[in-house]
């Protein structure tokens, strides 16, 4: 599938990371249009780190994910394309390693973020934490991409800010 993959430089232990893709399994046949879509989060692996198994703990991301919230996104989520599409529960499972990240991480978004505020928290159990945007067709990639770079940019600038004023 065609893909877009951004990699921010190193933030401590962590970076920022995002896709612009095609908003669907398989590409649509010839002709039919084609919807796009990116997520945009703080990277993660699908372990205890991450997601502790504790959900009051606060893993990194968590934070990261808040100042996104304040500092960035405010209230432009409809001005950045940003979807309150929530975090599914189909994923979970006890089965394999990232269906157990999976659970921990809805316990963890359950005890820290509000029910309205669960959709910055969407992405990729094993790469990303963060919002995904809205569908749009590919004749709208332009503004899909400023959001997705302003986002990017902004968050970047929040998370270098939070490691020079973070406690030695």
């Given at each position: 599938?065609?893909?877009?993959?951004?990699?921010?430089?190193?933030?401590?232990?962590?970076?920022?990371?995002?896709?612009?893709?095609?908003?669907?399994?398989?590409?649509?046949?010839?002709?039919?249009?084609?919807?796009?879509?990116?997520?945009?989060?703080?990277?993660?692996?699908?372990?205890?780190?991450?997601?502790?198994?504790?959900?009051a703990a606060t893993?990194?991301?968590?934070?990261?994910?808040?100042?996104?919230?304040?500092?960035?996104?405010?209230?432009?989520?409809?001005?950045?394309?940003?979807?309150?599409?929530?975090?599914?529960?189909?994923?979970?499972?006890?089965?394999?390693?990232?269906?157990?990240a999976h659970a921990?991480?809805?316990?963890?978004?359950?005890?820290?973020?509000?029910?309205?505020?669960?959709?910055?928290?969407?992405?990729?159990?094993?790469?990303?934490?963060?919002?995904?945007?809205?569908?749009?067709?590919?004749?709208?990639?332009?503004?899909?991409?400023?959001?997705?770079?302003?986002?990017?940019?902004?968050?970047?600038?929040?998370?270098?800010?939070?490691?020079?004023?973070?406690?030695?």
């Open positions: 599938m065609p893909a877009v993959n951004f990699y921010s430089p190193m933030l401590g232990d962590a970076q920022l990371r995002a896709v612009l893709q095609v908003a669907q399994r398989a590409m649509p046949p010839a002709g039919d249009p084609v919807p796009l879509r990116f997520s945009v989060g703080v990277s993660v692996k699908a372990d205890s780190t991450s997601y502790p198994r504790d959900p893993p990194m991301w968590v934070d990261a994910v808040r100042r996104l919230q304040k500092d960035v996104i405010g209230d432009r989520v409809d001005e950045l394309h940003l979807s309150r599409r929530r975090p599914s529960s189909a994923h979970v499972s006890s089965k394999t390693i990232n269906g157990r921990r991480k809805l316990a963890i978004v359950d005890h820290h973020f509000e029910d309205k505020d669960r959709w910055l928290t969407t992405g990729y159990i094993d790469w990303i934490v963060g919002p995904a945007s809205q569908r749009m067709p590919l004749e709208h990639v332009g503004r899909l991409a400023d959001a997705l770079i302003e986002i990017l940019d902004r968050w970047y600038r929040a998370e270098a800010e939070a490691l020079l004023d973070a406690p030695p």
